[in-house]
């Protein structure tokens, strides 16, 4: 029996909620494994890499999700945490982190899943940010926005935010999905 492929997860809180049940969907296939700690924002998870990795084995595949944490004006002064121009910047510099760290390693961005706000302008252009950057490095994208646009309401774990189990475990196939095909 070959060894089992490894994979790592990157990302926020919500990726702290689906990645059990992405551990479920690959048993057997691939050690899923990723920070105890939230990710929060592109720019934190850049810089808690040289951290975390210790934790880890060599990963085969890394599958990234970080943005909403970037949008998000906690301090009501009239801007995202992060500005456009910074997280295009932390996303690149992710890649050329990871690849350099890791030379061979498939990587995969997420987009950032909507919320229960009807407003996704802010997120749509950050997950514009996202294609851009794969673009340029030849990275596939798991578009967790369009499989949760019109289903966010429906999982919602009640804090308009994070998904239920049922959301998770929607999730977690999709990611499941698009690891695979890295594998």
Known sequence: MSEQKKVLLLGDSRRMGYEPFVRAELE??????GPKENGRW????????????????????????????????????????????????AVER???????????????????????DP????????????????????ISVDDLFATMHDKMATYDSGDHLHLNDEGNAIVARQVAGAIEECL
């Open 119 to 138: 407003d996704t302008a802010g997120i749509r252009a950050y997950n514009d940010i996202i294609r851009k950057v794969a673009d340029r490095h030849g």
């Open 94 to 116: 992710t890649v050329i982190v990871l690849q350099k760290l890791f030379p061979g390693v498939k990587i995969v961005f997420a987009t950032t899943m909507p919320t229960t």
């Open 28 to 33: 057997g296939r691939a050690e899923v494994f």
């Open 42 to 89: 592109a720019g934190y998870t850049l810089n808690s890499l040289r951290f975390w990795l210790d934790e880890f084995p060599k990963p085969d595949v890394v599958h990234w999700n970080c943005g909403l944490w970037d949008l998000g004006d906690d301090y009501h002064i009239g801007r995202p945490f992060s500005l456009p121009e910074e997280y295009e910047s």
